[in-house]
């Protein structure tokens, strides 16, 4: 480990305000992608850790539900401050062991700590609703009240952002937490969960038990008490996921993949579009889940698409993201590797014609890490599966088409809907591709990335279950809501009976 960013050999679990090891006394390596140099050691817990986490989620939330909103959003306001102090640490650490490059995690860190600050300012808002009643002398309104102890689970290709947009608003929400972040990327979990401590968080009110999610994750499921699982990551394990949920009626909110796509209408500012595309299509290494991996180009334009992405792909410089320089970092394991070169060959068969790219990077300083390098397929047609599964790495389709019309179809026939984008100028095809985009976000003139906080993020079909993290919307998830009556006539008055 780089002696300079972090002191620990070994993390451990925080559970109760304290640092514990797990009851397995299990640990695994975890290791840069860039690398594969062991950073640190990782606990692999298990069923009585998750007992121990949530019997101190459910002690400690009863008294932090009654600190008033507005104190619980100060101790949130004093993270934000302390994770804007430490931006440039963390950015680096997360580098390390997420591999993705320096500028972009420094985006991601923001991202948390502008989450901090928004959900600060929710502190004193919390809306409910007051309404007239029907009756006489009687006050109505709704309230937000906290579910209890909830359950997150988060992956690994965005370690500290998604975190903050589920933990932020449950905290202030006035819930505590049990979290179980991806065992490839605890690092970030850890810095987090020490800012909370810094920060004064009551002991309890935030838990974090590091282990896979066959023992961890599974386990969280089943505890009757956590009452809520916010979950983001893969389409099987969450379909998983929500299924044992529904059994117990546990409430579920779920995040999963997507297989965005980028339109270039005829009248693109081309270049503009490059941009937008490059850079949707490989940052991180194309492991987002709103990562353009397919563009449906206007007929007249993709050969001049073509030429212009291979010119700009062969600038894209490669390696270990802590180097400035570098704009695409490595694939986060040999697991990913596997899966993306599998694509590679099933493209081949299904006869799209591979114009860049298509290989493991292994020569040289390559060898020493996780690099595939930035690829480009034509002549895809929507069927075949590069066009329809997800693929999660820098892998772009170019399918041409005839009309807007047609675009959206083959951008609503993939069972995800996650985001989209459309590169145009006539404002009409603007207005009917946000109308008629079966996404859950929608740009215009830009890459099929770059959500910001306050804003819902999510998105329909086999992407998620109607839930959205972040802005408001990440509030339904974690809060229930209470209607109050209060009727001060002094007398029984019956609802839809004693009306005048
Ligand atoms: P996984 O689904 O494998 O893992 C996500 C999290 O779930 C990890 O913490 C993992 O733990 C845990 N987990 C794994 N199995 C179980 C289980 N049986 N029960 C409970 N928890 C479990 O996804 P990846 O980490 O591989 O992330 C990549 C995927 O996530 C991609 O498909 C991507 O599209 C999607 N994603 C979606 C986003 C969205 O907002 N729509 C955002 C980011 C990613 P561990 O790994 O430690 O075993």
């Known amino acids: 480990m780089n002696q300079k960013l972090m002191k620990q050999e070994k993390l451990l679990n925080y559970i109760n305000g304290e640092w514990v090891e797990p ?41 932090w539900a009654l600190v008033p909103a507005p104190q619980r959003a100060e101790v949130l306001y004093r993270v934000g401050l302390i994770m804007k102090d430490r931006k440039e640490h963390l950015s680096q650490l997360l580098t390390m062991e997420n591999g993705k490059v320096i500028e972009e995690a420094r985006g991601e ?45 988060t992956p690994w290709n965005f370690p500290i952002a998604i975190a903050t947009w589920k933990s932020f608003p449950a905290i202030v929400a ?32 935030v838990n974090v038990v590091f282990g896979s999610g066959s023992s961890v994750g599974e386990a969280m499921i089943e505890q009757d008490d956590i009452r809520v699982i916010s979950f983001t990551g893969s389409n099987n394990v969450g379909r998983n996921i929500a ?17 965005n796509a980028v339109i270039v209408m005829d009248d693109a500012d081309l270049s503009l579009a490059v941009e937008g595309i490059l850079w949707s299509a490989f940052g991180t290494s194309g492991q987002r889940c709103t990562a353009c991996s397919r563009v449906m180009v206007h007929e007249s334009l993709k050969n001049q698409l073509e030429e212009r992405l291979l010119n700009e792909m062969a600038k894209l410089s490669i390696g270990n993201g ?58 895809v047609s929507p069927d075949m599966r590069i066009a329809k599964e997800e693929i999660f790495g820098p892998v772009v389709s170019l399918i041409p088409i005839k009309s807007l019309e047609e675009a959206i179809e083959i951008n609503n026939s993939v069972e995800y809907g996650l985001s989209s984008s459309i ?71 019956r609802a839809q009976i004693d009306v005048e």
């Open 23 to 63: 009851s397995t006394e299990k640990f695994t390596a975890v290791k840069n992608p860039a690398n594969k140099e062991t950073l640190v050691q990782v606990p692999l817990s298990n069923k009585e850790d998750v007992e121990s986490a949530t019997e101190s989620a459910k002690k400690a939330q009863k008294n």
């Open 109 to 153: 860190v923001q991202e948390g700590i502008d989450m901090a600050f928004y959900m600060a300012g929710e502190g004193r808002r919390l809306f409910g609703q007051t309404t007239p009643s029907e009756l006489k002398d009687k006050f109505a309104m709704s309230v937000r009240a906290p579910v209890g102890v909830v359950g997150i689970i």
């Open 174 to 205: 006035g819930n505590a937490v049990v979290w179980k972040p991806a065992t490839e990327t605890p690092i970030m979990a850890f810095e987090l969960a020490k800012i909370f401590e810094e920060a004064g968080l009551p002991n309890g009110v």
């Open 243 to 259: 299924s044992k949920c529904g059994q117990k009626l546990k409430k579920v909110s779920l995040e999963m993949g997507g297989k």
């Open 322 to 379: 802590l180097d400035e320089t570098i704009k695409v970092g490595p694939i986060i394991n040999q697991g990913g590797l596997d899966k993306i070169k599998s694509y590679i060959q099933i493209g081949r068969n299904e006869g799209a014609k591979l114009l860049a790219g298509g290989y493991v990077m292994e020569n040289g300083a390559f060898a020493k890490g996780h690099y595939f390098a930035p690829t480009l397929f034509t002549d």
């Open 423 to 493: 590169f145009t100028r006539d404002v009409n095809k603007v207005f009917q591709a946000q109308r008629d985009l079966d996404t859950g976000i929608v740009y215009v003139n830009a890459g099929t990335t770059g959500a910001e906080i306050h804003l819902p993020f999510g998105g329909t079909k086999g992407t998620g279950n109607g839930h959205r993290d972040s802005g408001l919307a990440a509030l339904d998830v974690f809060t229930e809501w209470k209607s109050v009556y209060v009727d001060f006539s002094g007398k029984l008055q």
